[in-house]
């Protein structure tokens, strides 16, 4: 994939796509305003924005639940770049060209919930973003040392450690694994405080919407889906990359951003490995607004749209990237942990055609009966997208359980299944 590249709509991304120190970020974005919190909370209410690490969780809500909680013992403040999803790039790339955006949406949050500790957790694989972040970080404290301290604190590279449970346990010292709500994080957190928890892009949306207002916010996008995105656009795209498109941009617009297609697209995975199949005629005209995409069944998580071309195989690319997720389990609820890896196992059996008859039924049922039975999330979204395959490669998988793994099968992958090995 290649370095960011700004599309469409670009207010997160700036339009030259090189590193922005502080005094540069002052001058583009100006100051940040003096608010009250309550009056930032109602403020991000009339924008609309919801959360950008998966589930399009209204921010103001979850801002107000902190703030509620935190007027007697403080609160923690923790901005999520774990970025995890191994097709996604849109969080280091933003934090690599506007760390100052993403810092003042937190020092905002940090105001409004009289926060004792701002925290930015990064994955331990992030090498070139964590010194990065020391660099960006080392700055501002130079030139505002006034502000709060954010701290920077890694976390193990494995897909589950982003999730917001599991954030909180290695921040309070544990394992990076997920557990069971309640409580939940804005409930008791880190150190047993209300903990707000938003991915890396809520804040900079957040840090904009202070500066600028909900009716500049709203001024693109939809009125049920006002303001732009960034989108991780991988797979069967002429330019890779990183877009920021308005909401109300269809995915066939996403991909023209990206430099059209390269070959003839089949079908479109949208959300990443949590997310979904679609066929690509399908696909096209859908716009990136929750309301078009549900209707379709599909969601966009974490901002993923990978296009399959026709000289790629969609069983392969599913195979592998199941066997990832089950993989990734934490393996501490059993049907996460024992049910994925064989939902995985029969997948792989199908896709060399060598599994019996009847194998794509039982697919389809394990992967409902799987689904919803875990402490977190992490077993609904490999189900869903490995019954989301089980549509639309239908015909494929028939004809790999008849004849074998088609040629397209043994071509280089197209969507990335690194072995994670951080603990
Ligand atoms: C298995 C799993 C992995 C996740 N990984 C990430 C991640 O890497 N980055 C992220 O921002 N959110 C991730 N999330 C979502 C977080 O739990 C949480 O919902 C999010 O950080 C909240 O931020 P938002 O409200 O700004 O979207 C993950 C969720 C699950 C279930
Ligand atoms: S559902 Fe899976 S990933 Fe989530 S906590 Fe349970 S075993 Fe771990």
């Not at 998580?301 to 392969?316: E, F």
């Not at 009966?369 to 875990?374: F, K, P, T």
Request: with cysteine.
């Amino acid at each position: 994939m290649s370095a960011a590249v700004a599309g469409g709509a670009a207010r997160l991304l700036p339009a030259v796509p090189s590193a922005e120190g502080y005094t540069a970020h002052l001058a583009t974005a100006g100051p940040l305003p003096a608010f009250s919190g309550d009056e930032l909370i109602a403020e991000l209410g009339r924008a609309g924005l919801t959360g950008h690490g998966g589930a399009a969780f209204p921010a103001a809500l979850k801002w107000q639940a902190v703030a509620e909680r935190s007027r007697a013992r403080g609160a923690v403040v923790v901005g999520d770049a774990m970025e995890t999803e191994p097709a996604s790039l849109k969080d280091r790339t933003l934090l690599a060209l506007r760390p100052h955006l993403v810092f003042d949406g937190m020092l905002l949050a940090a105001s409004a919930m009289r926060a004792r500790r701002v925290v930015l957790c990064v994955a331990s694989s992030s090498d070139a973003l964590a010194r990065t972040l020391v660099a960006a970080l080392a700055e501002r404290r130079r030139a505002a040392p006034h502000e709060p301290r954010i701290e920077l604190v890694t976390s193990p590279s494995r897909y589950i450690a982003g999730e917001e449970t599991a954030l909180i346990s290695r921040l309070n010292g544990r394992r990076a694994l997920p557990r069971a709500v309640p409580p939940r994080p804005f409930a008791t957190g880190v150190d047993g405080l209300p903990t707000l928890v938003n991915n890396v892009e809520t804040f900079a949306h957040a840090a904009l919407i202070a500066r600028r207002g909900a009716r500049w916010f709203r001024s693109v996008g939809s009125a049920a889906a006002p303001g732009t995105t960034l989108l991780s656009v991988c797979g069967g795209v002429a330019a890779p990359g990183v877009k920021e498109m308005a909401y109300d941009s269809t995915i066939g617009q996403v991909v023209a951003a990206a430099g059209g297609p390269a070959g003839d697209p089949v079908a479109v995975l949208v959300g990443g490995y949590f997310g979904r199949w679609a066929p690509a005629a399908t696909a096209w005209s859908l716009t990136l607004e929750p309301g078009s995409l549900r209707r379709a069944g599909l969601a966009l998580g974490a901002g993923v749209i990978a296009v399959l071309p026709r000289d790629a195989c969609g069983v392969a690319e599913t195979d592998r990237i199941l066997a990832f997720m089950a993989r990734e389990s934490s393996g501490q609820c059993g049907p996460c942990s024992r049910g994925l890896p064989a939902l995985a196992a029969l997948f792989h059996d199908t896709a060399l055609g060598r599994a019996r008859p009847g194998v794509l039924e039982t697919c389809a049922r394990w992967s409902l009966e799987i689904r919803g039975r875990g402490a977190c999330r992490h077993p609904d979204g490999a189900t869903l997208m490995a019954a989301s395959a089980l549509e639309v490669f239908h015909d494929e998988l028939r004809r790999h359980l008849r004849h074998g793994p088609c040629r397209e099968s043994a071509r280089p992958p197209l969507l990335p299944t690194p072995v994670l090995t951080g603990r």
